[in-house]
């Protein structure tokens, strides 16, 4: 759960997922409706299905034991990458292993000035041969989580507190940047000194042309950046582009809402969602509303008058690679006509409360309430009403600082005798 995830978002599914499940025998017996049920809006469902599947594997094949080290959990256990196995062969088996996430690899490319792409091969093997060299032999997992928590509170992303850091005065970054202060001061009174001399000289592992680990020459280092320059990482894509129609159908008659199950492969896995279906980025409204039409005709065999589909509005979510619009629009049916419509196993009707308990993405929470809101507010105006205001969000500097990410111990309390 916490691989891409900050502890002060998963400590309640964490709580949730293991009063349900407390062993791999609970999890395995588990169905992945289930699974999707518990992990719904943690994001990056893989994770949740991998587990699930981590789980069977040991009960079906292992007999229940789970492999007791990093080389063998890396091969047997499906989603377990080198972070997760180094992780949990230190931790639960303390074995002498080193981990790296992003949390490590952040702490590794300022103690040792790694300038490089974080990505490329080059660095991440560094990285490795640091959190190789460097793990305390006695204990390995208390080293690894706390090397994890150094970067996660103390040298983060942006504003890094040097002045707490443990190890600073072992730190590349921190004394490139002391220097550059001593030598500015210098300058001011004209004195030169050995300082001067030493920050122009390369490091001797680095005086080779074209360092795959030393900050690009073009892209120098960077005086008002200071620690910050490291790491760099390379220039992501461009996220996709995609708008998405969907159609929210309700039984008037039942208060309920037509749900489908997306494929078991591809974004999203096995999630519950409202029909949708993509459209082209050149339609234009009424292209867009025969677009529609027939995608319900088509997959669900539902005819009806164009006045009949109402345009509640749009909803934009992003995902680590792709920017989607979902385009909401919104029609009425009756018992008479859910009768004709051609459903399979792969839909469901549901009524609110049973929407919001099933396997859906964040997304379409946020779809199905802006949909609330729109019919709210369709309500008001055909009764000739106000609608209520909704109240306005605090702003930016009214905010706590709530998504900040905490040490792991604020999460645990000690017991109560």
């Known amino acids: 759960m916490l691989q891409q995830t900050q502890v002060a978002t998963v400590v309640d599914y964490y709580n949730c997922w293991m009063k349900k499940w407390p062993t791999a025998e609970s999890l395995a017996k588990a169905t992945l409706e289930e699974v999707n049920e518990m992990w719904s809006g943690l994001g990056y469902y893989s994770r949740g299905r991998r587990l699930h599947e981590g789980a069977q ?4 094949e292992m007999n229940g034991n789970m492999p007791g080290c990093a080389a063998r959990l890396l091969k047997h256990l499906p989603g377990v990458g ?26 590794f490319s300022r103690l040792r000035m790694i300038g490089g792409d974080s990505t490329s091969q080059a660095v991440t093997d560094a990285f490795w041969s640091l959190a190789g060299t460097l793990v305390d032999s006695e204990r390995p997992g208390d080293f690894n989580q706390a090397l994890m928590e150094l970067g996660a509170t103390v040298c983060t992303p942006k504003v890094p507190t040097c002045s707490k ?3 600073r005065s072992y730190c590349r970054a921190y004394t490139q940047v002391e220097k550059h202060k001593q030598n500015a001061s210098a300058r001011l009174i004209k004195v030169t000194t050995t300082t001067d001399i030493e920050d122009n000289l390369p490091d001797i592992e680095c005086a080779a042309d074209g360092c795959s680990l030393c900050l690009p020459a073009n892209e120098p280092w960077d005086s008002s950046q200071g620690v910050m320059n490291y790491p760099r990482k390379a220039k992501k894509k461009p996220p996709r582009i995609e708008r998405t129609a969907v159609c929210i159908i309700e039984n008037v008659n ?26 082209d980025e050149n339609f234009r409204e009424e292209q867009r509303m025969a677009h529609v039409s027939t995608f319900l005709k088509t997959h669900f ?59 859906i993405s964040t997304a379409m929470k946020k779809v199905f309430k802006t949909y609330e809101a729109g019919v709210h507010i369709s309500t008001a105006k055909t009764n000739g009403s106000k609608p209520i205001p909704r109240k306005r969000k605090a702003s930016g500097h009214d905010r706590t600082d709530k998504k900040k990410q905490l040490a792991l111990e604020t999460f645990f309390k000690p017991a109560l005798r």
């Open 165 to 167: 850091c443990p190890l």
């Open 57 to 60: 594997k040991v009960v079906n």
């Open 301 to 359: 065999g539902l005819h009806f008058k164009s006045s009949k589909l109402k345009h509640i509005g749009e909803v934009l979510h992003i995902f680590s690679h792709i920017h989607q619009t979902y385009v909401i629009d919104y029609i009425q049916v009756n018992s008479a006509e859910v009768g004709k419509l051609q459903c399979d196993q792969s839909t469901r009707w549901v009524d609110k409360t049973q929407l919001l308990e099933s396997a």
């Open 82 to 107: 080198r972070y997760t196995a180094g992780a949990i062969a230190s931790i639960a088996y303390n074995e002498v292993t080193g981990l790296v996430d992003g949390n490590v690899a952040r702490v």
């Open 254 to 279: 039942k208060k309920q809402f037509l749900i489908v199950q997306r494929p078991e492969t591809g974004l999203l896995a096995g999630l519950w969602e409202f029909p949708s279906t993509l459209l």
